[in-house]
């Protein structure tokens, strides 16, 4: 039985003879892998102000440090997928993810520190079990598969772990649509995120890779969805409103 994403890929591999210049194709690829790089670090920097308001009053208050826990995973098993130990050709999934792990272990110390001890000790556990958990994935690619095989175990668990974080949001727009209401979704927040998707996705298809562009495509229409929620529920906010929201 042929993997997923063997046979495309191979094809890419052998469709033209080396020139000695990147060719429009290749462009096409680096650059919107280059430019899901760049939206993934606008959203990697966006938690910036709850840990700044963290650090001012010296207490993690009502935030959880669950998230942080969730994404930390989330980049390193698609750090791992990215690397040449299982995958050939798409190191943008390693630079985007090695600079994401980065940020939420920065995140995690800082909660840390500033948590009540039950919260740490919580936390501290976790990221234990989070560590653990990364250490017997890679172990047992390493040990029980081959390259190909390795290739599909490791892009199996990282389409459901990026898939698990672009459901994420669906409680928020669930609370949009209750509460008729876009304030607890941020729309710098979800217009990023459909960015970040898109470009991936664009990325997966240039690269002929199922595990690339599945999980990005579901976070492409996640974010289309948001983003028309947003426009539908903000337009009839302003209609509803029948005074200025400024009076001199």
Known sequence: ?????APLREKKMTSAPWTGEPSFYDICSSATGFAGNLFSLVLFLSPIPTFRRIARNRSTEHFSGLPYLFSLLNCCICLWYGLPFVSHGV??????NFVGATFQLIYITIFIIFADNI?????????????????????????????????????????????????????????????????????????????????????GLLMHDFFIYLPNGIGSLLGVTQLWLYAHFSRRSREGCGLPLLVF
């Open 1 to 5: 039985m042929e993997k997923a994403g």
């Open 91 to 96: 190191v943008l999934i390693a630079t985007v």
């Open 119 to 203: 919260k740490r000790l919580k936390i501290c556990g976790l990221l234990i079990g989070v560590f653990s958990l990364i250490g017997l994935i890679v172990y047992v690619s390493l040990v029980m598969f081959e390259h190909q095989a390795r290739q599909t175990f490791i892009g199996y668990l990282s389409v459901a772990s990026l898939i698990s974080m672009f459901a994420s949001p669906l409680f928020i727009m669930n609370l949009v649509i209750r509460t008729r209401s876009v304030e607890f979704m941020p729309f710098h927040l979800s217009f990023g995120t459909f960015l970040m998707s898109i470009s991936f996705f664009a990325y």
